[in-house]
Nanobody, 114 residues
């Protein structure tokens, strides 16, 4: 049972990154899949989520710049991040959850330089 996140890295402000997360050993019909971010010295916060039906939700800081996409058949979730800012720096975790499930990936580091 795991969520394998990838795609992080170092990018200059204004650049783009695409994060990917693949679930294995986890049911494919879990209600929510999404991405969280933990910046240095801060609490983990939700960046974007997508329901199994395709409804998406974004943190205010991500609206207009990030796009989440979910493939239910492959049990994957991606996060396209454009116009990145230094304040987007942090460890990004994918999560799959519902009222009775709660799975976290291991995190991938995103660093945006100014």
């Amino acid at each position: 049972v795991q969520l394998q996140a990838s795609g992080g890295g170092l990018v200059q402000a204004g650049g783009s990154l695409r994060l990917s997360c693949a679930a294995s050993g986890i049911p494919t019909n879990i209600l929510f899949m999404g991405w969280y971010r933990q910046a240095p010295g801060k609490q983990r916060e939700m960046v974007a989520s997508a329901t199994i039906g395709g409804t998406t939700n974004y943190a205010d800081s991500a609206k207009g710049r990030f796009t989440i996409s979910r493939d239910n058949s492959k049990n994957t979730v991606n996060l396209q991040m454009n116009s990145l800012k230094p304040e987007d720096t942090g460890i990004y975790y994918c999560r799959s959850w519902s009222a009775i499930h709660n799975y976290w990936g291991q995190g991938t580091q995103v660093t945006v330089s100014s």
